[in-house]
């Protein structure tokens, strides 16, 4: 995983005072009037904004704050794969709290009162229905009203000032109009005696519902980034540092440099990458992988950032640290692709910049045509112009598509599945074929031993001990998953002598005397040489494999890699070696034709092997012997016959192909330029991520079009209900408060996706 190579000209803010889409715009308009800005990104879910430019530093930094201040919000310099400021969330809630505990208890009696007129008219002392009473009571409601408005809803009137002030418009100037209009239209009912105007419960049940749902959609917007706060939370700050002498120390991981040496204990965090000088211990490595089940790890063994030891003690020395490790690349990635908007955000974006002026427009509208069709009738024409003004939703248009995408991403890096930016996450939702590289993808990427054929009459474990035996300290990945094969096998191995070897072609040496093998084959120190390789290998050596060449050619054809045997003159016997699928493949494959996706094999090896794999794991599409430039030609054509193509790899030759399909997906831990270029990155080496990537993906862009739809389709249908029919005020903002936490509700659901 890799993050932007230029993150020198990157600065990052987090924001506070944003409600809506046009409070993104406005930002995001005070932002790109700086000097040197080339492009602002600015999430309402995140609170964050990404500004590229042309050089970064202090005065640059200094520059974006104070425009950001200056267009009436409050802007902080954030650090790269940092949280928010600590306890933002909580005083958010805690200030939400407060306001609505005040509009609750200031405004109780003035809506207790208007359901009283409303509900049980006749149930009034006859003196309230007279001047003086009249005045009295909406005397008390005026004087509670006014409370509600400045203590709870002084934060939103401060907004609409600024806004009005820079000539913007949010949701802050909507409902702050509404809520004026319906305090100016009580005071003139009181001192002009209309009960018609008296609507001072629909000033305060506004700022009420306004402040429920803030609350409500703070705790739900928290509930959104709690994945990524979870993975910060997850990473030590502090470890214990073995110092030369013996002993050692509590330091801050800040101070813990490349080199050093770590003990981690029993169910502590792994503070920083490194890998395992001393001890074993079972680590949990879910935060990376998504993978529930601890692995084991041990001396040269490399253990992550962030993954926690489970039982048993390590000494690590530390191999990267700070935003080099894994964890911190990770939040980094999911950070960024946070930051980014998909295509479907440019309308939303479009939209709300033009919304706020428009429902002005219509409120006026309202007013004068009520007024004119309703013969003067001044108090159903406020009404109707005050639902008019706090019906409408900016803020769930501003939601919509934001809080899907960090909702979405945050789940996915959960789950191993890492998205570069969110035009990919909603690109790999449309995914129908998925073009696949075989070895290190579908395979374990690591030869083993499949079959030991003897061609004389020692037994295959015979044949198979000579092999690893004079293979034993060759690193060739053949010859190692021979001598792993036999140690599977418990056969003692003996030691070689006068090891000649040539890579390439194989290893040969002397061996002392095996007892247990038959005493007129097995050679002994001072006759015969044991020859493993090659046929070209052994014929160097005076041995000739063709009289073998059938039961070479039917390993072959098994798609097994062949290493002969012999000694003295003649072949011994044949180890067939192959690369085995990895154990979640065939569920892997199965699992994308269950999600409608076509699966294509395209690889580099022989047509025998992959046509073995592919036949193993119910694949009936694959091509073998592919040139990378092959792969890049098969991904236009896939492309051009108008499929939706990922590519799936994670080697140096599929970087093309990873770069020209509509997705790439990288897996494992593949080659720097496979991860630079794919646009989706699998953390574990798990085939089983790539269909849980696409699941994700279009979960993720199921939501992104519901709530896109929604935040559309609520306005659409409200406004006329608003302007034509008597929808109380309270009501109108109940349900535009209603709308904006539904669309954050409804990303949340994502959460539960595994």
Not at 545 to 557: F, I, M, R, T, Y
Request: with cysteine; charged share 20%; aromatic share 2%.
């Amino acid at each position: 995983m890799t993050t932007p190579d230029t993150p020198d000209r990157q600065v990052e803010l987090h924001i506070r005072g944003m409600h809506c889409g046009g409070c993104v715009a406005a930002v995001e308009r005070a932002l790109g009037r700086v000097a040197g800005v080339q492009s602002v990104s600015v999430n309402l879910a995140t609170e964050r904004a990404t500004i590229r430019s042309d050089e970064a530093g202090p005065g640059l930094r200094d520059a974006l704050v104070s425009a950001v201040r200056e267009a009436g919000y409050d802007a902080q310099p954030a650090e790269p794969a940092t949280p928010p400021p600590s306890g933002d969330d909580a005083d958010v809630l805690r200030r939400q709290g407060r306001r609505l505990a005040l509009a609750a208890i200031l405004g109780a009696p003035v809506v207790a009162w208007h359901l009283l007129t409303m509900l049980a008219p006749g149930a009034l002392p006859h003196v309230l229905h007279a001047s003086a009473g009249f005045l009295a009571i909406g005397a008390v409601q005026a004087v509670l009203t006014f409370a509600v408005v400045a203590l709870a809803g002084g934060n939103m009137l401060r907004g609409a000032a600024v806004a009005l002030l820079r000539g913007q418009a949010n949701m802050d100037l909507l409902v702050s109009l509404g809520t004026l209009t319906a305090l100016a239209a009580g005071v003139a009912g009181l001192v002009t005696q209309r009960h018609a105007l008296l609507v001072f419960d629909a000033a305060a049940m506004i700022v009420l519902f306004v402040a429920v749902g803030k609350f409500l959609e703070a705790r739900a917007r928290r509930q959104a980034t709690a994945s990524l706060r979870r993975l910060f939370e997850r990473i030590p700050r502090r470890a214990t540092r073995l110092e030369p002498g013996g002993g050692g120390s509590d330091v801050p991981v800040e101070a813990i440099r490349v080199g050093d040496v770590l003990r981690v204990p029993p169910d502590a965090p792994v503070p920083v990458d490194g890998e395992v000088v001393a001890g074993h211990a079972t680590v949990d490595e879910s935060m990376l992988t998504g993978e529930s089940m601890p692995v084991e790890r041990g001396p040269g063994q490399a253990v992550s950032g962030g993954t926690r030891v489970r039982a048993g003690t390590i000494d690590i020395r530390a191999t990267a640290t700070g935003t080099d490790s894994a964890a911190m690349r990770i939040a980094r990635m999911v950070e960024l692709a946070q930051s980014t908007k998909p295509p479907w955000q440019r309308f939303a974006d479009r939209a709300a910049a033009v919304f706020v002026p428009a429902v002005l427009l219509i409120a006026a509208a309202t007013l004068v045509g009520w007024l004119w069709l309703g013969r003067g009738e001044l108090g159903w024409a406020i009404e109707r112009t005050i639902a008019v003004l706090v019906v409408a939703c900016p803020c769930a248009l501003g939601l919509a598509i934001p809080t899907a995408v960090v909702v979405g991403t945050s789940r996915a890096a959960e789950l191993g599945v890492l998205v570069r930016d969110a035009a990919a996450l909603e690109a790999a939702g449309a995914v129908d074929e998925v073009l696949i590289d075989k070895t290190g993808t579908l395979t374990l990427g690591q030869p083993a031993l499949e079959r030991v054929v003897s061609l004389c009459e020692l037994s295959n474990d015979d044949v198979l001990r000579l092999a690893a035996s004079v293979d034993q300290y060759s690193e060739h990945p053949l010859a190692r998953a021979i001598v792993a094969g036999a140690r599977q096998r418990g056969l003692s191995l003996l030691e070689p002598a006068d090891l000649e070897t040539s890579p390439g072609g194989g290893v040969a040496a002397t061996l002392p005397a095996a007892p247990q093998a038959g005493a007129s084959v097995v050679p002994t120190v001072t006759t015969e040489r044991v020859v493993v390789g090659t046929a070209a290998w052994l014929a160097q050596h005076g041995i000739e494999v063709g009289k073998s060449a059938e039961q070479v050619d039917a390993l072959a054809a098994e798609g097994l890699s062949v290493v002969c045997v012999g000694a003295g003159s003649r072949v011994l016997g044949l180890v067939g070696l192959a690369d085995p699928p990895h154990p979640e493949a065939r569920d892997a494959v199965a699992r994308l034709h269950e999600l409608g996706v076509r699966v294509r094999v395209l690889s580099g090896d022989r047509h025998a092997a992959v046509s073995r794999l592919a036949s193993g794991l119910g694949i009936d599409a694959f091509e073998a012997q592919v040139t990378p430039e092959q792969k890049l030609k098969r991904v236009h054509e896939r492309m051009a016959a108008g499929r939706r193509v990922a590519m799936v790899g994670d080697g140096i030759n599929d970087a093309p192909a990873l770069a020209a399909a509509h997705v790439g997906i990288a897996i494992g831990a593949g080659a720097d330029v496979a991860r630079e270029t794919a646009t989706i990155c699998l953390v574990g080496h798990s085939p089983a991520l790539i269909p849980r990537a696409i699941r994700l993906s279009r979960a993720s862009a199921r939501v992104m079009r519901q709530n896109l739809l929604w935040a559309v389709g609520y306005n659409l249908v409200m406004m006329p209900i608003a302007i034509f029919t008597p929808l109380p005020p309270a009501l109108a903002t109940a349900a535009m408060m209603g709308s904006s936490l539904s669309v954050v509700l409804n990303a949340l659901r994502l959460r539960r996706l595994a």
